[in-house]
């Protein structure tokens, strides 16, 4: 049984491997993911704002800003000392995971704007880093920018880290673009060498009893995946590169309902969160038993299997699904 694959030309052991979490901050706990069987590790990100903070050496004058009653929206921000890793202990735990730990670790970068902050996917690789992951997290509630002025941010912002390193970059996105296809396709000819679907974007919600925004932190659940399986079928089958499903992979099926969509690889946090490194495998032992039953030999064989060019009705995948569903209530 072959589970091992190819990821932004990376060569990996199998398809699971360990999302942008806090798992890696901890060295031993990666080793215990490592051994617990993870194709590959993702670090925690590096935030645009946390960047531009140091590089500016902006904290003491937005520290003393907030004491003598500045913006209530910039205090909403975390403090620089409440981010986990500094940017130089970032760069010391690439080291210390790259001589300690011997599959691929990918650093991140989040962002969305292009700026200095980009230059330092250069220091990543020059720490050992095999791979960036760039998270374009942008939330665009400016009425006077429109879609195809984000977009071209993200694209300069994805060509700017491409030309600073020689290390592939992988791109992780939202859901809530207008042609999520054309975008990982622009995202491609940018030089990106794979993108990831989707970021999951945590909603605030409203303290009715202090009037305030208070932010949540749900992990996700297995109906997570359903977005992610649509899109993956329907964008694997115009890239030439990697595509990774991250959010709602909770069981070997799931793992598997992401391969024949069309994943390469697919990212595990809120089940590793739940369950523990262990966990990892437990869930690949289950993707073998599956292969081994429904007569497949290795993870090439059932990649992209329902993916929009290969599945037997193509229209589940696109409007039909939806008209279909709509009418199927009674009442």
């Known amino acids: 049984m072959k589970l091992a694959t190819t990821y932004l030309g990376l060569k990996?052991?199998?398809p699971l491997i360990v999302g942008a979490s806090p798992f890696c901050d901890n060295v031993k706990l990666a080793c215990q993911l490592q051994d617990a069987g993870a194709g590959a590790l993702v670090m925690r990100s590096l935030f645009e704002e946390q960047i531009d903070l140091e590089q500016r050496a902006m904290v003491r004058d937005i520290e003393s800003a907030?004491?003598?009653?500045g913006s209530e929206a910039a205090s909403y921000f975390p403090e620089y000392s409440e981010y986990q890793l500094s940017l130089d202990r970032y760069l010391r735990q690439i080291q210390g995971l790259k001589a300690l730990v011997k599959v691929p670790i990918i650093a991140s970068l989040?962002?969305?704007?292009?700026?200095g902050w980009t230059d330092f996917a250069r220091r990543f690789q020059d720490a050992g880093a095999d791979a960036i992951e760039l998270n374009l997290y942008n939330l665009?509630?400016?009425p006077g920018i429109s879609?195809?002025?984000?977009?071209?941010?993200?694209?300069?912002?994805v060509g700017n880290v491409v030309g600073a390193v020689h290390i592939p970059i992988t791109v992780k996105i939202s859901p809530f673009h207008a042609s999520p296809v054309n975008f990982a396709m622009e995202l491609?000819?940018?030089g990106a060498k794979g993108v990831v679907l989707f970021n999951r974007f945590y909603q605030p919600d409203f303290n009715l009893e202090d009037f305030e925004v208070h932010p949540q932190l749900k992990l996700s659940d297995s109906s997570e995946l359903l977005l992610r399986l649509r899109w993956l079928a329907n964008i694997s089958p115009h890239l030439q590169g990697s595509?990774?499903?991250?959010?709602?992979?909770?069981?070997?099926?799931?793992?598997?309902?992401a391969l024949l969509a069309g994943a390469h690889t697919v990212q595990l946090v809120s089940v590793l969160l739940k369950h523990g490194p262990r966990y990892l495998y437990t869930l690949l032992q289950g993707m073998r038993k599956w292969m081994e039953e429904h007569g497949y030999e290795s993870i090439d064989q059932l990649r992209g299997a329902l993916n929009q060019h290969r599945c037997p009705d193509p229209s589940a995948l696109e409007r039909a699904?939806?008209?279909r569903v709509l009418q199927s209530w009674r009442v």
């Open 110 to 115: 989040n962002g969305c704007r292009p700026g």
């Open 188 to 190: 491609e000819k940018a």
């Open 140 to 142: 665009a509630t400016d």
């Open 12 to 14: 990996l052991s199998n």
């Open 321 to 323: 699904n939806y008209i």
């Open 243 to 257: 595509l990774s499903a991250t959010g709602g992979v909770h069981t070997s099926e799931d793992a598997i309902k």
């Open 147 to 157: 879609g195809a002025e984000v977009e071209s941010d993200m694209l300069e912002t």
């Open 66 to 69: 907030t004491a003598a009653g």
